[in-house]
């Protein structure tokens, strides 16, 4: 069954620096979206992305992160200057229709 | 001010009843709902949905039920089983296109034997 793949699976990385994280959507998707738990919170929508530009961004989307589709496959979000709070576990998902598919999440560690 | 509201945070159930998790809404732009699992360290999994052109959809073990009026649905599960232990979320799309899928806090269930 198609699915969402996510890396890294776990990041550490010190305040201030940059991070990206990847996703490789299902492949015949046209939609892709970022979220993120806060450990403990709810599940926060990010951005949406259709043919390479965003759709939609929340509040929570500010400069500091952008969104790429780089080639046909991987969808990747960058954080330039990380923060503590961006701690967090990031889902990255796709849909063609109605539903989305996420994937296994990528945990952000801020130091 | 759009919002899905989940106001129970958890619910604990025996292993073979029913289990019924609860979501409002205020203002829906499409009155297109659906229902998302999520284990520990694991992303969300689709479960069901349901779309205002019906008051019911069943898929299995679960069904979802759509009051309009009270702008309130309900999962059902039955029979619960232990598998099922899980935070259940809640979603409703709250922009043209499907652009940005909103989720309520969540329910914890936990299926006991």
């Known amino acids: 069954e198609p699915e969402v793949t996510q890396t890294p699976s776990h990041q550490v990385t010190q305040m201030g620096q940059e991070v990206i994280l990847r996703c490789v959507p299902i492949?015949?998707?046209?939609?892709f979206y970022w979220y993120r738990q806060i450990l403990g919170q709810k599940v926060e929508f990010l951005v949406s992305?259709?043919?390479?530009?965003?759709?939609?961004k929340s509040e929570i989307f500010d400069d500091q992160f952008s969104v790429e589709r780089p080639d046909g496959s991987n969808f990747t979000l960058k954080i330039r200057s990380t923060k503590l709070e961006d701690s967090a576990m990031y889902f990255c998902a796709s849909r063609l229709t109605g539903e989305l598919f996420f994937g296994e999440g990528s945990r952000l560690t801020v130091l | 001010d759009q919002q899905v509201k989940q106001n129970s945070p958890s619910l604990s159930v025996q292993e073979g009843r029913i289990s019924i998790l609860n979501c409002d809404y205020t203002?829906?732009?499409?009155?297109?709902f659906l229902w998302y699992k999520k284990y520990p360290a694991e992303g969300p999994t689709f479960l069901i949905s349901?779309?205002?052109?019906?008051d019911k959809n069943e898929d299995g073990r679960f069904t979802v039920f759509l009051n309009k009026s009270a702008k309130h649905l309900s999962l059902h599960i039955v029979p619960s089983q232990p598998g099922d232990s899980a935070v259940y979320f809640c979603g409703d799309y709250l922009s043209g296109g499907y652009n940005k899928l909103i989720f309520g806090a969540g329910t914890r269930l936990a299926v006991h034997p």
């Open positions: 992305f259709y043919n390479n530009e965003i759709s939609e």
């Open positions: 349901i779309s205002s052109i019906k």
């Open positions: 203002n829906s732009m499409f009155d297109y």
């Open positions: 492949s015949n998707h046209l939609y």
